[in-house]
């Protein structure tokens, strides 16, 4: 059975591998293709000069951006701006979203409460514990 992962950038890590061939150049690559036509045109909008590819190794097409790296550092903030533009909610149900926090908040208050109502108990039992040595 084939996994989908086709490379380290599938295991959503980063979308981006310094170029196989030439050292001076970063690739981005996006298996979305409204993600790449957002990042292609923010590149064009600030005149940063890339150069375009497609891959399509097995099963996706992947739309590859060729970037210089001295615009590096301009790029991964339009890269992350495309990444936040683009995503979604991990869980997507408000109702389900808003029970699982304020579960986790209610868990973690009463954790705290627990732990601060116990403290004399195990002072208690750290000097018990201290005597009988």
């Not at 981006?16 to 970063?26: F, L």
């Not at 903030?77 to 209610?106: D, G, P, Q, W």
Request: hydrophobic share 40%; glycine share 4%.
């Amino acid at each position: 059975m084939d996994s989908g992962v086709e490379h380290l950038t599938d295991l959503g890590l980063v979308n981006y591998v310094q170029h196989p061939s030439n050292k001076d150049y970063i690739v981005y690559r996006f298996a979305d293709k409204k993600r790449a036509i957002s990042f292609e045109s923010a590149l064009k909008e600030h005149k940063i000069w890339f150069e375009k590819s497609e891959d399509t190794p097995r099963t996706k097409t992947f739309y590859l951006y060729g970037i210089h790296k001295r615009d590096n550092k301009k790029v991964s903030h339009l890269n992350f701006t495309v990444e936040a533009a683009h995503r979604s909610f991990l869980i997507k149900n408000n109702f389900f979203r808003y029970f699982v926090l304020l579960f986790v908040t209610a868990m973690i208050t009463l954790a705290c409460m627990g732990y601060c109502a116990h403290q004399k108990v195990l002072e208690e039992k750290t000097l018990e514990i201290q005597n009988t040595q």
